[in-house]
């Protein structure tokens, strides 16, 4: 089957930088996406990986390793307004490009 | 502005009642898709329409029922035979689905309450 793997759960603190994980196991791999979702609202893009490598989009960045089936987003200088929940997300032809979603984790940031 | 618009934002239902929760945009997307999430959980696919007047299935389509008559509007019925309808429900479009690389544009939700 397909998976992916997120921590539930990260904190960190205001001004610093987090990183958030995920793994995933699916068939036919095209792509990896990150979206941010505040509590109560809907999700929003945030980011798209489909080769190796590191793209950064103002204070986030996102990663992917295609062999490592493994990718992760990077927060830097973390602001209050960045406490949501984060979720990856895989388009296979597995999945006939439909996205495959985490769990989510959520980012506590505390002053 | 575009976007999509659902509604209502809030929804309470006695078991054994249908009811219907509206999705439209005006982005001229051509794709848009239904999704549940519950809590702790990621989205999971209801439906998806690529095309009007076409449909398919997802990952938890029983219990559930799609029209797409016009392009704009993509409502989503929650059936009796749903048996567990409680749960925020998430519209969303994208221009096609032609790769893995679409970005979704998403409702504000609607969520159901199964009284």
């Known amino acids: 089957g397909q998976s992916l793997e997120q921590p539930s759960e990260v904190t960190a603190v205001e001004g610093a930088i987090v990183q958030i994980n995920c793994t995933y196991q699916?068939?036919?791999?095209?792509?990896l996406s990150w979206y941010q979702q505040h509590d109560g609202g809907a999700p929003t893009f945030l980011s798209y990986?489909?080769l190796d490598g590191l793209e950064e989009t103002g204070r986030f960045s996102s990663f992917l390793s295609r062999s490592d089936s493994y990718g992760y987003l990077l927060l830097q200088e973390l602001q209050m307004k960045d406490s949501a929940s984060y979720f990856c997300?895989?388009?296979?032809?597995?999945?006939?490009?439909?996205?495959?979603w985490g769990a989510g984790t959520k980012l506590i940031i505390k002053p | 502005d575009g976007g999509i618009t659902q509604s209502p934002k809030y929804l309470f239902r006695k078991e054994g009642q249908n009811v219907t929760l509206s999705c439209e945009q005006n982005?001229?997307?051509?794709?848009m898709y239904w999704y549940r999430q519950d809590p702790g959980q990621g989205l999971r696919l209801i439906y998806y329409?690529?095309?009007?007047?076409?449909?398919q299935k997802g990952d938890i389509a029983e219990g559930y029922s799609v029209s797409r008559e016009k392009k704009e509007s993509f409502p989503l019925t929650v059936t009796s035979a749903q048996k567990n309808p409680t749960a925020f429900y998430l519209c969303?479009?994208?221009?096609?689905?032609?790769?893995?690389?679409?970005?979704?544009?998403f409702g504000a939700g609607s969520r159901l309450t199964v009284l």
């Open positions: 699916t068939s036919g791999f095209y792509g």
């Open positions: 990986n489909a």
């Open positions: 329409s690529q095309i009007v007047n076409d449909f």
């Open positions: 982005l001229n997307h051509d794709a």
């Open positions: 997300a895989v388009s296979s032809t597995g999945s006939n490009y439909q996205l495959i």
């Open positions: 969303a479009s994208t221009r096609h689905l032609i790769s893995g690389a679409n970005v979704l544009t």
